[in-house]
């Protein structure tokens, strides 16, 4: 699904059964993924201080929040301390939600204007849409209207249903993963995504969003679920 980076601790020269207890008890740290593209390549579409804030500050946050609860839960672990473990969970589900999710998102967006920005005409992708829409600008009007519709925070999904092998609009809340679909395009509708730019208006914002939306990385996404 994505790739989460991580920086894996150097275990030093030792006997192979002490080198793989090492490895197996210090798991590595989650690191910040660099961007495809630079902070103002999405402009007009998305702002400049609106990515590199959200990349730098907002998605760091959750790196880092991830990284500690994941290391207080191995310190519960190795005490037995089950109680903690549990109440740490609501902190992994967040921070390690936010972590995928964002991941997910750079990934999904392409410079204003590239050619990986143009919906194709043809292959896997203009396919299923088709046959779950009826054209691409069915789906936009679908994606939109849920992901607007979000109370609070939350994320708007393009997602493949491995069971009916269809594309389906579906969304989720806070920064909770996508877990019943295969994500093939994602929206983040948290309002520190576009407020800065397009203030309360959502609709402006998931608009024009569209115009930098991956759709080369969307039909390999997919390909890879089929």
Do not use: C
Not at 93 to 101: L, P, V
Not at 121 to 149: I, R
Not at 159 to 187: C, M, R, W, Y
Request: cysteine-free; proline content about 5%.
């Amino acid at each position: 699904m994505v790739a989460i980076a991580r920086i894996a601790p150097r275990v030093a020269s030792a006997p192979l059964k002490a080198r793989a207890f090492a490895v197996m008890s210090t798991r590595g740290k989650h690191t910040l993924p660099e961007l495809p593209y630079a902070y103002d390549a999405l402009e007009p579409s998305i702002s400049s201080e609106i990515m590199t804030l959200h990349h730098t500050k907002h998605h760091q946050t959750y790196v880092n929040g991830l990284n500690a609860a994941e290391e207080s839960l191995q310190k519960f672990q190795a005490s037995n301390d089950v109680k903690a473990a549990i109440a740490l969970q609501p902190a992994l589900k967040f921070n390690g939600g936010g972590h995928i999710n964002h991941s997910l998102f750079w990934k999904n967006l392409a410079p204003h204007g590239s050619a990986q920005t143009k919906f194709p005409s043809s292959g896997a992708l203009y396919d299923q849409v088709q046959a779950a829409f009826g054209g691409f600008e069915n789906l936009k009007k679908e994606v939109n209207a849920k992901t607007a519709a979000v109370q609070g925070s939350g994320w708007g999904w393009l997602g493949f249903n491995k069971g009916t092998k269809k594309l389906e609009v579906v969304t989720t809340a806070n920064q909770d993963p996508l877990l019943s679909h295969v994500p093939i395009i994602g929206i983040d509708i948290w309002e520190h995504a576009f407020y800065l730019q397009y203030k309360n208006v959502k609709p402006d914002y998931l608009n024009a969003i569209w115009d930098v939306i991956n759709f080369e990385e969307a039909e390999k996404r997919l390909k890879e679920a089929l």
